[in-house]
């Protein structure tokens, strides 16, 4: 992501009202269908500036990796220890028992999505869970996704084909945010 992205997320993440929607969901989702216990431990692949982590932190222990120096850093002004520089393929398995991965807004930013989340997959094993949010529809394309440096956006069709490959089955698939779709679609 541009550098400025990551400033504008630590500032709003904790008080705009999208970035506070997406918090609520991820938990739902997360309570809903991430067979979690408090205390087991999340990974959140791609943390950015560790909003959610921080959030998350609250009921389970949470560990975060990012690429960026300036992401790590900024969640570890959030408070957060288990926050790492590191690409995915060097996570180190033998030191944290993962029951959850998240990749919130991640995989549109790599070249090879389908190695990350086959990666992701290794690290939660057979009985743990992968849970991915993306950006949908190509038409939708704008400025903000070259700010935010995309490579692709996701039809429903698209992501279910590459949780397919990676060995990931879906649980569960639907849009949120909808409420500002037709907005978007009446461009």
Not at 118 to 147: C, F, N, Q
Request: glycine content about 6%.
């Amino acid at each position: 992501m541009d550098e400025s992205v990551y400033h504008l997320h630590y500032e709003q993440e904790e008080k705009h009202w999208w970035f506070a929607a997406r918090s609520i969901i991820v938990r739902r989702i997360i309570e809903k269908y991430g067979n979690l216990r408090p205390g087991d431990t999340i990974l959140d692949i791609g943390c950015g500036t560790g909003a959610i982590l921080k959030e998350l932190s609250r009921t389970y222990s949470v560990v975060g990796i990012d690429m960026s120096p300036l992401a790590v850093q900024y969640s570890k002004k959030r408070g957060l220890k288990d926050v790492f520089e590191m690409p995915v393929e060097d996570f180190p398995t033998d030191k944290y028992n993962v029951k959850a991965a998240l990749l919130l807004d991640v995989i549109e930013h790599i070249d090879d999505d389908l190695a990350v989340l086959k990666r992701a997959r290794e690290i939660v094993g057979r009985d743990g869970r992968v849970i991915v949010t993306v950006p949908a529809y190509m038409w939708m394309w704008s400025a903000h996704d070259v700010l935010h440096h995309h490579k692709r956006r996701y039809s429903k069709r698209q992501l279910r084909d590459v949780l397919d490959q990676a060995g990931l089955e879906p649980v569960k698939f639907t849009y949120y945010n909808t409420l500002l779709f037709p907005v978007g679609a009446a461009k």
